[in-house]
């Protein structure tokens, strides 16, 4: 009878099941992968699990391409601009860890936002990197992190002669655009090299309608999440070179150090799919759906209580906007319930949201009819819901301390105690609300009560927070 129950459980599938779960509604999808659930040149169900194969003759290796692979890149740097390309089958994570190993060694110093991606941090610590920080301008009026001061970086620059490279996300997740072209100009005035974390800036190279891409704008190395906007496989990234500032054999010694030696084929056979159906149909659909977005946002615009979020002309710090990614509120409605009644009520899911936006991540795959199906449910939702709403009272980044490196630190022995308990006291831990991903609190870095009020307000928002501890995420990990 044990037995049986043990076999029983053991033959149980939990993910594949959530997954039929989850897809038997045919959500609509607001959110990454760039690919809706769609085919565009290759029909998947005819080819998986067939085309999932090893190096076998003729499909070249990509620690050391110069058949099909090779010939795969370079079409791929073609397309988007780039000197040389290589993928990453460990999404744009695995690319800036392999970047970053290229562009430093051990002990140098980088330049970096302090809202980046937690890749960033992690590439530092698996690095040995010292991190200096630039911080983004905080928009008031719309409470949003914006672009960041060209200025500032020239400023770091100029002061520090230690630091080896800046570090940029452009876009931000919100699709805020610094001023590209003049950060590259500052950095290679001091002859530093600038890389740039696009991973959801994969689209711009294809329409004059979106922003220039990094390497329109001068990066020297720029890293793109492919799936997230074009239509590929989750993990599938690319990773462009600009310039002849980095050593292209490092980067390719850096990218057989971090990748598996069994990269699939089907993520590679997707990259490349991806970037040829944009030379061709994939191109027409993106500059179609630009059109239905800019409809949207024009009509959701004119609504009372919403709002879509274009850009601010009197924010200097933003360059320009990617309009896929809509940006919106909906006034007395918090983000996360406008969210949770879209899913439950219209079955459209979005991207994420904060305590105060939502983030629908539209892409090329999108149909007509989703473009409307959210129109309808947002104007459906702003004349029938109305609950209070209470801002984040944090109303700019936070500032913190850095008490010891964040690759010391990481390594150092730890301690779990009361998130009430751990003012003052030197994090152990990245605290990352989740999505963006973007750590609050970073290893090494001293935990403030601002900082402690913060997270309580983001919890009890239902905003999910990564890094805490306990079955009411209560507790932190702190430096013994
Ligand atoms: C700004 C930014 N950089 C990097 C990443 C990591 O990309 P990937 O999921 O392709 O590893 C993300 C993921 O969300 C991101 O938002």
Request: proline share 5%.
């Amino acid at each position: 009878m044990i037995l049986f129950d043990r076999k029983v459980d053991s033959m149980k599938t939990p993910i594949l099941d959530e997954l039929k779960k989850l897809t038997r509604e045919k959500p609509i999808s607001f959110h990454t992968p760039g690919h809706k659930g769609k085919n565009t040149l290759a029909n998947w169900k005819e080819l998986i699990p067939q085309i999932d194969l090893t190096e076998l003759p003729g499909l070249d290796n990509l620690h050391d391409p110069s058949g099909v692979i090779a010939e795969s890149l370079k079409l791929a740097a073609k397309s988007f601009g780039a000197k040389e390309t290589l993928y990453s089958v460990n999404g744009t994570t695995g690319g800036l860890y392999i970047a970053l190993a290229a562009i430093t060694k051990p002990g140098d110093k980088i330049l970096i936002q302090r809202n980046s991606h937690r890749s960033i941090y992690n590439g530092a610590i698996l690095n040995r990197l010292d991190i200096e920080y630039i911080y983004p301008n905080y928009n008031k009026r719309y409470g949003l992190f914006t672009g960041v001061n060209p200025k500032a970086i020239e400023k770091k620059l100029k002061e520090d002669s230690n630091i080896r490279a800046v570090v940029i996300t452009y876009p931000n997740y919100y699709g805020i655009c610094s001023h590209i072209k003049a950060i590259a100009d500052i950095v290679h005035k001091y002859d530093r090299i600038l890389l740039v974390d696009e991973a959801h800036g994969s689209h711009f190279v294809f329409s004059e309608r979106l922003p220039m891409s990094a390497l329109e704008g001068g990066a020297d190395l720029s890293v793109q999440s492919i799936h997230k906007t074009l239509p590929s496989f989750t993990q599938t990234s690319m990773i462009h070179v600009g310039s002849k500032r980095v050593d292209i054999e490092k980067l390719k010694s850096m990218s057989s150090l971090y990748q598996t030696t069994s990269p699939s084929y089907l993520f590679m056979a997707s990259l490349e799919i991806a970037r040829a159906y944009m030379e061709g149909e994939g191109r027409e659909r993106l500059e179609r759906n630009i059109l239905f977005i800019e409809e949207l946002t024009e009509q959701l615009n004119e609504k009372d209580r919403i709002h879509v979020f274009t850009g601010d002309e009197e924010d200097k710090s933003i360059f320009d906007k990617d309009i896929t990614k809509i940006l919106f509120a909906i006034d007395g409605i918090p983000a996360p319930k406008v969210s949770q009644i879209l899913r439950r009520d219209y079955n459209i899911y979005l991207e994420m949201e904060d305590d105060r936006y939502c983030l629908a991540l539209a892409s090329l795959m999108n149909e007509k009819r989703d473009f409307q199906l959210l129109k309808e449910a947002l104007m459906d939702i702003a004349d029938r819901e109305y609950c209070h709403q209470e801002y984040s009272q944090a109303v700019d980044i936070f500032k913190p301390e850095i008490m010891l490196p964040i690759y010391e630190a990481f390594y150092k022995s730890k301690r779990v105690i009361d998130l009430k308990q751990s003012i003052g006291k030197t994090s152990a831990a990245f605290i990352i609300p989740y999505p963006p991903g973007i750590p609050l609190l970073c290893p090494g870095e001293r935990i403030t009560e601002g900082l402690v009020d913060y997270l309580e307000f983001l919890m009890d928002k239902g905003i999910e927070i990564i890094g805490l501890i306990g079955y009411n995420k209560e507790k932190i990990e702190v430096i013994d």
